[in-house]
């Protein structure tokens, strides 16, 4: 059955934050997706090479950015590796998929078909550019949509995933729809940040992220409640706060740094917000 859209955006915050990434050129974002053509809006996971701050003056910088990028791609392979099993003819959807680079990843370990959604008009042109020139764009395909109701047909995907975006949206809402689209025995995997319930209301760092990205950070228990009440069962739960904290260091000291690296440092440092993934089939 398909559910047609009324409206792909269907509030003033949706309006605000459609704007909002219409009109980004973040070179946070431009500059490391020029490494290789894998545009991310995500963060970063894993060890660093801190010998990119000792290189030579005139490769330091592009030395940083990649170390950067290569964090980032490290984050969205360690997503894609809790899909599950992914056949060729099954279909995935990235929900809020920015400028593509998580979708083209998928196609290109899984083979199957990937669908991207995203409210701003800019990123999916983007993104869709991007496919045509390498030659995927019958496989991998963006569309202006709206993450609550996507209008595609129910049951449709074997995986949906959020990187980053989860925070833009009543959770209730958005599970409510990927109940609808993903198979029995399908794969929800999202990596987010929360607060931490234990610190009550959000403390002043995580305050300060939700200012600067126009969102709303939802505390940790409401992903786990949210799940069941819409017939998804965590099957696996990771604390990435440990693991992604060389990555706002490192990029605290690069020339990309936005002016929000502390307040993630502090956050993360102080125990009031966390990074988590969490992986959840369909039952």
């Not at 894998?38 to 060890?47: Q, V």
Request: proline residues 3%; contains cysteine.
């Amino acid at each position: 059955m398909t559910r047609p859209q009324t409206s792909i955006i269907d509030s003033p915050y949706q309006q605000s934050i459609a704007q909002y990434w219409n009109a980004e050129k973040n070179p946070v974002n431009l500059r490391l997706g020029e490494v290789d053509g894998l545009y991310h809006h995500h963060y970063g996971i894993g060890a660093v090479d801190w010998s990119v701050l000792d290189a030579a003056p005139d490769v330091r910088e592009q030395r940083v950015v990649e170390e950067l990028h290569r964090l980032e791609t490290a984050q969205a392979d360690f997503l894609l590796d809790n899909l599950g099993t992914v056949a060729g003819e099954d279909r995935l959807l990235d929900s809020g998929c920015g400028r593509g680079g998580s979708s083209v990843m998928a196609h290109q370990r899984f083979g199957c078909e990937v669908d991207g959604v995203s409210i701003s008009q800019t990123q999916v042109d983007f993104a869709n550019e991007r496919a045509g020139e390498l030659g995927i764009a019958g496989n991998v395909r963006y569309h202006l949509k709206n993450m609550l109701e996507t209008g595609f047909d129910t049951g449709t995907f074997q995986g949906i995933w959020n990187n980053e975006s989860t925070m833009y949206v009543d959770l209730s809402l958005l599970f409510e729809e990927y109940r609808r689209l993903l198979r029995r025995g399908g794969r929800y995997v999202c990596i987010t940040g929360c607060y931490n319930d234990t610190y009550g209301l959000p403390s002043r760092a995580v305050s300060t992220i939700n200012a600067h990205y126009i969102c709303d950070i939802h505390p940790r228990s409401t992903y786990f409640k949210e799940l069941a009440a819409n017939r998804m069962v965590p099957v696996s739960v990771v604390d990435l706060t440990a693991a992604t904290i060389p990555y706002w260091e490192l990029r605290a000291k690069s020339s990309l740094a936005t002016g929000i690296e502390q307040a993630f440092l502090d956050a993360y440092k102080d125990g009031s917000f966390q990074y988590l993934l969490i992986a959840a089939d369909r039952v």
